[in-house]
């Protein structure tokens, strides 16, 4: 069953079409990879979903109902949390204070003692838990990246959006953010939708992978068969990519 569902979406921007009847599910407890070259719409579709933008036409439902009517800072209380292209952390306030953001997003204001612990628990998962007194400022980006991944679980979301979660990790961090998303979806039972240019990465996580380009879905399937796709080697892929296990 889809837990998240698209459907036929178009996105304007003045004369640019940047999503252009693009629809897709997500179904409930998979790992969905979104990929396409820049530009293709990817991030689009993740602004449409958390309503920072509002389609032209089409329609987004998540558990059901339309997320359309929703205001966008009632989204995470609906279950839905993301991460961003460019991490989004509130650099002067510590690791602690920026995942507390998180909790106080999805069940307004705890008590201290549980947000924190909540808090505390999400650190520890991601393997930042010796930098919470810290200020963000300063830290490893490969650290913020894990800081803004706890702060989207701290809300305790149903469905995680992640948006380019490897951009600027080396490739051992790769490899640990693979078994990282594979653990927290399994622990946490959520659903994820992972936009990524790491191709290794995605088809490694990814139980079926959407592609779009200029906007438009050109191919679904599971990793093997979007590898295999004449489309998505002609706009993307350029060959098909070894998948790691």
């Known amino acids: 069953m889809a837990l998240l569902e698209v459907r036929n ?39 449409v979903i958390t309503r920072v933008y509002r389609p032209d036409a089409g329609q987004v439902v998540f558990d059901g109902k339309s997320l359309l009517r929703t205001p966008p800072h009632k989204v995470v209380k609906r ?47 991601v393997g930042a838990a010796d930098v919470a007194r810290r200020p963000a400022a300063g830290l490893p980006f490969g650290t913020l990246k894990r800081v803004e991944l706890a702060r989207a679980l701290a809300a305790e979301p149903r ?53 779009l380009d200029f906007g438009r879905t050109i191919a679904d399937g599971t990793p093997q068969e979007v590898q295999r796709n004449p489309a998505v080697i002609e706009a993307y892929l350029g060959e098909a990519p070894e998948s790691s296990s």
């Open 9 to 47: 979406v178009t996105r304007r921007f003045g004369g640019i079409v940047a999503l252009d009847d693009v629809s897709l599910d997500v179904q409930t407890g998979q790992i969905s990879g979104l990929i396409g070259p820049n530009g293709a719409g990817k991030t689009t579709v993740f602004n």
């Open 79 to 125: 279950g839905i949390a993301r991460t961003f292209q460019n991490v989004e952390l509130f650099p002067g306030m510590s690791v602690l204070d920026n995942v507390l953001v998180g909790t106080h997003a999805s069940a307004g204001w705890l008590g201290e003692r549980r947000a924190r612990r909540r808090a505390g628990e999400a650190l520890d998962e």
């Open 159 to 211: 469905l995680l959006l992640l948006d380019e979660p490897a951009g600027g990790l080396n490739h051992e961090e790769v490899g640990a953010l693979g078994e990282l998303i594979r653990r927290i979806r399994k622990d946490h039972d959520l659903t994820i939708l992972v936009v990524e240019h790491h191709m290794g990465l995605v088809m490694s996580i990814s139980d079926e992978v959407h592609v």
